[in-house]
């Protein structure tokens, strides 16, 4: 498990221990409550039914549909026989919980028609409770106890399933526009030598097309051109289908600018208050692709966004760029302390950007806290060897 996938899932093992710990006090609350008022075993039946209900929310995200039906059933079932049996009203507090938590788990995630099945069920069990267990104040507190939790999964679940659509949404749109600046990028510098490539072969077909018994041209020659012709042609069809498939949008005039160097983007970075960076890349020409080279100039320029941002702190980022065997690599490391209100690397739509612009690439990115103190940025990216110095 790489350090994406360890921060994505400790936020969800707080969050179900936290969860398991509200089900059991909820369990002995009711159990010492009905031990007190009804006395004998009466607390029996209620614990062994919201320690069902309560084990079906904690395991509800392996199919959430299959768990939320049968929490419903368990529910139904428990006041069915407290109903027949004389027992204490049903569902109890640890299944109205439990009920709660799977419903609004339903209603954020499922489909709409599931949902609301999901929904109008726990309403009807609601009703039935009314009606088994009537009250003479009219509405019974089992009954209250189990409408707020109904409420609670209602109005939780609504507004949790509104920010996924939101996130979900605003992810979208920044992978559209980094598709979009991808196609452009590649439209201008790789068709530009393509079609070059292209007009020159055209062109030396031309030029060898000599008059019947004017000087012959070396053997070979006009097939070579014409070879160089298909291939170029093929080349750029194929890369105009990239295109269309990156921009997945109707055609839109380029819009690219001209990459700048790093000296240039650490130099405005600096200022006062700012951490020091350290910039180590290959001196000279590096021969790299061009979409390599602004893919490069992209991570280190998000990189340092997110420093000044979120790790205010930091005495020193450590820029590096370096040319190995399989490609470049590009690491970002600041030396921030630690805090508790730094982003989580898949919350920033910046990261959502640069992470499909590498992988676009055929490169990889991880993003996470260092052992010890600040961040890093590590990006890997596959360089074709003839492009290679």
């Given at each position: 498990?790489?350090v994406?996938?360890?921060l994505a ?6 969050a179900?221990?936290g ?7 909820a369990?002995?609350t ?6 007190d008022?009804?006395g004998g075993?009466y ?10 209900g ?9 199919h959430r549909a ?8 368990v529910g139904?079932?428990?006041?069915g ?23 609004g788990?339903a209603l954020?995630?499922?489909?709409p ?9 726990n309403?009807g069990?609601?009703v039935a ?10 509405v ?9 939790g109904?409420?609670a999964a ?23 526009d ?8 590649l ?6 030598h ?17 008059p ?8 070979g ?8 012709e298909t ?5 750029l ?10 921009r997945?949008v ?6 690219t ?6 000296d240039?983007?650490v ?5 006062p208050?700012?951490?020091v960076?350290?910039?180590h ?13 602004s893919?490069?100039y992209r991570?280190v ?6 420093v000044?941002?979120?790790a205010p ?5 450590t820029?590096?760029v370096d ?15 630690p805090?508790p209100?730094?982003?989580s690397p898949?919350r920033?739509?910046?990261?959502v ?7 676009t ?6 993003v996470g806290p ?15 060897a003839?492009e290679?110095r």
């Amino acid at each position: 498990m790489d350090v994406r996938d360890r921060l994505a899932s400790w936020p969800v093992v707080v969050a179900d221990v936290g969860l398991g710990v509200v089900f059991a006090l909820a369990l002995v609350t009711q159990a010492v409550a009905f031990a007190d008022s009804w006395g004998g075993g009466y607390w029996i039946f209620d614990a062994v039914a919201g320690l069902s209900g309560c084990g079906l929310a904690l395991v509800r995200r392996r199919h959430r549909a299959v768990t939320t039906a049968a929490g419903l059933l368990v529910g139904a079932a428990s006041l069915g026989v407290a109903g027949a049996a004389g027992l204490p009203a049903e569902p109890g507090l640890a299944l109205t919980l439990a009920l709660a938590v799977l419903v609004g788990s339903a209603l954020r995630t499922l489909p709409p028609v599931p949902a609301g099945t999901a929904v109008l069920a726990n309403l009807g069990l609601v009703v039935a409770t009314w009606l088994v267990f009537p009250s003479s104040a009219g509405v019974g507190a089992v009954t209250v106890l189990n409408g707020l939790g109904l409420s609670a999964a209602v109005s939780t679940g609504l507004v949790l399933r509104l920010l996924d659509v939101r996130r979900a949404t605003t992810t979208e749109r920044v992978r559209r526009d980094e598709r979009l600046a991808l196609a452009r990028e590649l439209h201008d510098v790789v068709a530009h030598h393509v079609t070059g490539i292209v007009l020159q072969a055209q062109a030396a077909q031309l030029a060898t097309r000599r008059p019947t018994g004017g000087p012959g041209t070396p053997a070979g020659l006009a097939e070579a051109l014409a070879g160089i012709e298909t291939a170029g042609s093929a080349a750029l069809g194929a890369m105009r289908r990239v295109v269309g498939v990156l921009r997945d949008v109707d055609d839109a005039p380029s819009a690219t600018a001209a990459p700048e160097h790093l000296d240039e983007l650490v130099t405005r970075f600096a200022g006062p208050g700012r951490p020091v960076v350290r910039l180590h890349h290959p001196e000279g020409p590096t021969g790299w692709p061009p979409e390599v080279t602004s893919t490069v100039y992209r991570v280190v320029q998000e990189s340092l966004t997110n420093v000044s941002r979120h790790a205010p702190h930091a005495r020193t980022v450590t820029v590096r760029v370096d040319e190995q065997r399989r490609g470049v690599t590009v690491e970002v490391v600041d030396d921030a302390p630690p805090l508790p209100g730094r982003r989580s690397p898949d919350r920033g739509y910046g990261l959502v950007g640069m992470r499909e612009r590498v992988e676009t690439l055929g490169g990889t990115l991880r993003v996470g806290p260092r052992s010890g103190a600040g961040w890093a940025v590590h990006a890997t990216l596959p360089v074709p060897a003839p492009e290679r110095r």
